[in-house]
């Protein structure tokens, strides 16, 4: 069964950069799209970006687009997606989770139907 792990959370200064991972274990993520969501404290969480499961399409909630980056590494040494996260303020303070489900269903981080979900990773942006 896939599973999902994020990695890469942490503190940061206003303007800075942090690369958040998402590692799977027990199945390939080459069959997947792969979305990243966030939830921030008092907050319903919400989507951030997609990636189809070729790396051929993505898509990005507009308060990121031209900040964040998502990107996926589909070899079976590597078997992960990312996110690139430039500019951060503190606005973008949340747990961001990593979710894998059949395509990117939905547009402009109003993303469902991801089946499963890994435990996330606590991005902090402060000074």
């Not at 274990?25 to 939830?39: C, K, M, P, V």
């Not at 189809?52 to 990005?60: E, H, I, K, N, T």
């Not at 990107?71 to 989770?97: H, I």
Request: net charge negative; charged share 20%.
């Amino acid at each position: 069964q896939l599973q999902l792990v994020e990695s890469g959370g942490g503190l940061v200064q206003p303007g800075g950069s942090l690369r958040l991972s998402c590692a799977a274990s027990g199945s390939t993520l080459e069959n997947y799209a792969i979305g990243w969501f966030r939830q921030a404290p008092g907050a319903e969480r919400e989507g951030v970006a997609c990636i189809s499961s070729s790396g051929g399409s993505s898509d990005y909630r507009d308060s990121v687009k031209d900040r964040f980056t998502i990107s996926r590494d589909n070899d079976v040494d590597k078997n992960a997606v990312y996110l690139q996260m430039n500019s951060l303020n503190p606005e973008d303070t949340a747990v961001y989770y990593c979710a894998a489900g059949p395509w990117c269903r939905g547009v402009r981080g109003h993303y469902w139907g991801m089946e499963n979900w890994g435990k996330g990773t606590l991005v902090t942006v402060s000074s």
